[in-house]
């Protein structure tokens, strides 16, 4: 009934994101696994078009899932009466920001193939706004999350991650991240904090992305951005 698309990069916590795959109490039908791939938009319509279910839950090598999630997504399946309800939104716990979020997804299939997506950062949210412009509910439960993102991150994958924030928001949004990892710093003395703040502004100074995410393009800045810091800290 519901199929696995995952879409990863080597993330660090890829090993046990597949086991977490494996090992659900009801299995999925079928998974469909894509690894560095670039652009992520490349990657994500060549698995969607891999698919043939009615349902799939898309997923990221940086997380893994509860033994029961896939259990508990068919239950809310098959308790929706409203035709019109294409995705349901489950909530994940986000290790490094020690907080809930929304994270996971699944996806009525055969309407996500009418909107691939597109070569851009945000692709996902222009699918979406799409979607619902055309009528289409996506159903959010928060409460019932699914699983665990960013556990024990490296400090590349901490780079990418931040930098991108850095990149795409902007405003308030941009502010809070920043408050909220200041306060974990401050709390924990994590230096994986500190590099976190340093990505955002080197993002946030350049506002530079090509497209949807792009590992060689983000392996680029990294290198940069551990030239400019060695530089720093020499001077």
Not at 21 to 26: A, E, F
Not at 128 to 155: A, M, Q, T, Y
Not at 169 to 198: C, M, Q, W
Request: aromatic share 12%.
């Amino acid at each position: 009934m519901i199929e696995a698309l995952l879409c990863s990069v080597d993330e660090p916590q890829l090993d046990r994101c597949l086991e977490s795959i494996r090992n659900q109490t009801v299995p999925f039908s079928n998974v469909v696994h894509i690894n560095n791939v670039a652009p992520y938009c490349d990657a994500y319509n060549r698995g969607l078009s891999m698919l043939k279910d009615k349902w799939f839950m898309l997923l990221a090598g940086d997380m893994y899932l509860h033994p029961d999630a896939v259990e508990k997504v068919i239950m809310e399946i098959e308790r929706e009466t409203d035709d019109r309800v294409i995705a349901h939104l489950h909530g994940v716990w986000d290790a490094f920001l020690q907080e809930d979020s929304v994270g996971i997804g699944t996806f009525r299939t055969d309407i996500l193939k009418t909107t691939p997506f597109r070569n851009r950062l945000s692709c996902e949210r222009y699918m979406g706004r799409k979607l619902d412009g055309n009528g289409w509910i996506f159903k959010r439960h928060e409460s019932s999350p699914l699983g665990v993102h960013c556990d024990s991150p490296d400090e590349y994958q901490t780079f990418r991650r931040f930098y991108v924030m850095g990149v795409k928001f902007r405003g308030n949004v941009l502010d809070e991240i920043y408050g909220h990892v200041f306060d974990l710093f401050d709390e924990t003395n994590n230096p994986l904090y500190s590099l976190a703040i340093k990505a955002m502004d080197f993002g946030r100074s350049n506002r530079e992305y090509p497209g949807s995410h792009d590992i060689n393009f983000e392996k680029k800045k990294w290198e940069e951005f551990s030239a400019i810091s060695k530089e720093q800290s020499c001077s």
